[in-house]
Nanobody, 126 residues
Framework: DVQLQASGGGVVQAGGSLRLSCVAS????????VGWFRQALGKERERVAS????????????YYSDSVKGRFTIAADSAKKMVWLQMDNLKPEDTAVYYC???????????????WGHGTQVTVSS
């Protein structure tokens, strides 16, 4: 079975840090772009950060949304089949449910996801 198990969410004060982790299993990790998405209450799900599939020429392509650029860092380890999201200088507007996801190919977007993990709640208090 395909699984994407995310963990690391919690409650933190503004300016603090959290590190989300995601363990993947049941699919060829090297053939899939992986990323983190979030959905705040009443808003659409959005892509936060992603890394292209290691098996593709653009496998090192990293994307960050403008709202998190310079504060969040995504990293992946193909051997461990894991992906992390280091979140620093968190802001109240970062409050959302965060999802780990994978999509076949060199890019993963909201419309190009093959597998979703269960979400983990991140709450940033002011």
């Amino acid at each position: 079975d395909v699984q994407l198990q995310a963990s690391g969410g919690g409650v933190v004060q503004a300016g603090g840090s959290l590190r989300l982790s995601c363990v993947a299993s049941g699919f060829g990790f090297n053939d899939f772009a992986v990323g983190w998405f979030r959905q705040a209450l009443g808003k659409e799900r959005e892509r936060v950060a992603s890394i292209g599939a290691a098996a593709f020429e653009s496998g090192d392509k990293i994307y960050y949304s403008d709202s998190v650029k310079g504060r969040f860092t995504i990293a992946a380890d193909s051997a461990k089949k894991m992906v992390w999201l280091q979140m620093d200088n968190l802001k109240p507007e970062d409050t959302a449910v965060y999802y780990c996801a994978a999509g076949w190919g060199d890019i993963v977007t909201v419309k190009r996801v093959d597998y979703w993990g269960h979400g983990t709640q991140v709450t940033v208090s002011s």
